[in-house]
């Protein structure tokens, strides 16, 4: 446990899978007016937590200033996992004590879901402190966080020390998006980024969003970067293929019986085809090739090679087996 400007890091073992969509929900709490206790509180809270399936790691976030919020982010394996804690009886018992011992919840719970859009009206991002820099790099987030006050809206700033991913993390909330998006453009927020970037590794980024088909929208310093087309279409085309073999071989033959005409037996298959990819199948290729999307940790040479091996490598086996086993054929079967 590290415990740095009353900010608190928890890491049990095992950590989440790499391929895993982990799923994290911030607790923002108020001020309490007797914080007598409040630290073994936050200890019982993290607890429930850490012995609930799925539990990933806990973090306490920095609040000695009284202009940054105090919070506690929980991240689980999934964010089936995570709803399975919020909605459970061991949550619900740390907060009743909380309450009776003045420790209240300020704002509804924040759930952050890896490659998904942020609740409106809040952006998090995430920083690589240099070492050595932390206090600088606190009182950046103080003065950052007293200029975004003076904006209509402003509803407070969480942040949280570095766990399992080594980054520490800020998260700003705004009462909608569209004034959310007035401070990110605003020319004070820009004058008050350079101290804050001074202390940084690299610039800082925000959680990244993929869609169902695999572009992968990242947001840096203001500038969007998506996932290189060629990559996006690689990997639908690797899904999609399959997909349609499988469905011309047993489904339109099912259609067909019914006396669905030729025309209406295309529209209903890629009807059906779409809804795979959609919701299903596409999923589950863009998870196990989250890193390739990501236009900035996939832009490497390395890890787009390595990427390319696996599509390619998919291709093979897939034209192998529609080659080889007749029974998935669907022309034999007309």
């Not at 240099?130 to 007293?146: K, P, Y």
């Not at 005409?261 to 090739?289: C, D």
């Amino acid at each position: 446990m590290i415990d740095l400007a009353k900010g608190c890091v928890h890491e049990p073992d095992p950590p989440s899978a790499p391929d895993s969509v982990s799923a994290t929900a911030v607790t923002v709490l108020a001020r309490p007016v007797d914080p007598v206790g409040l630290g073994s509180w936050l200890a019982e809270f993290a607890s429930s937590a850490q012995s609930a399936d799925g539990f990933v790691e806990s973090t306490t976030s920095v609040y000695a200033d009284e202009r940054l919020d105090l919070a506690i982010a929980v991240t689980f394996r999934d964010e089936s996992l995570l709803n399975g804690w919020l909605d459970g009886p061991a949550r619900a018992g740390v907060l009743r004590v909380g309450s009776a011992r003045g420790f209240h919840r300020a704002a509804t719970d924040l759930v952050l879901v890896d490659g998904e859009p942020t609740p409106p009206g809040v952006a998090v991002f995430r920083h690589t402190v240099t070492a050595g820099r932390v206090d600088e790099f606190i009182g950046a987030q103080r003065d950052l966080t007293a200029a975004s006050t003076q904006f209509a809206g402003y509803e407070g700033t969480v942040v949280l020390p570095p766990g399992g991913s080594g980054e520490w993390t800020s998260l700003i909330r705004f009462r909608t998006e569209r004034l959310l998006a007035a401070w990110l453009k605003s020319t004070e927020r820009q004058d008050a980024l350079s101290p804050l970037r001074s202390t940084l590794d690299e610039d800082f980024s925000t959680f990244t969003q993929t869609t169902p088909f695999g572009t992968t929208v990242r947001v840096e310093d203001g500038r969007t970067k998506l996932t290189p087309g060629w990559k996006s279409a690689m990997l639908v085309l690797l899904v999609l293929y399959p997909t349609v073999m499988l469905l011309s071989r047993f489904v339109g033959p099912i259609l067909e019986g019914m006396g669905a005409g030729p025309w209406l037996t295309i529209w209903l298959s890629q009807v059906l085809s779409i809804s795979l990819l959609q919701w299903v199948l596409m999923p589950f290729a863009v998870r196990r090739m989250r890193r390739w999307l990501d236009p900035v940790d996939g832009a490497g040479l390395g890890v787009t090679l390595r990427g390319v091996a696996i599509v390619g490598a998919g291709y093979v086996i897939t034209l192998a087996i529609f080659a080889t086993i007749t029974r998935l054929q669907y022309w034999d079967y007309r």
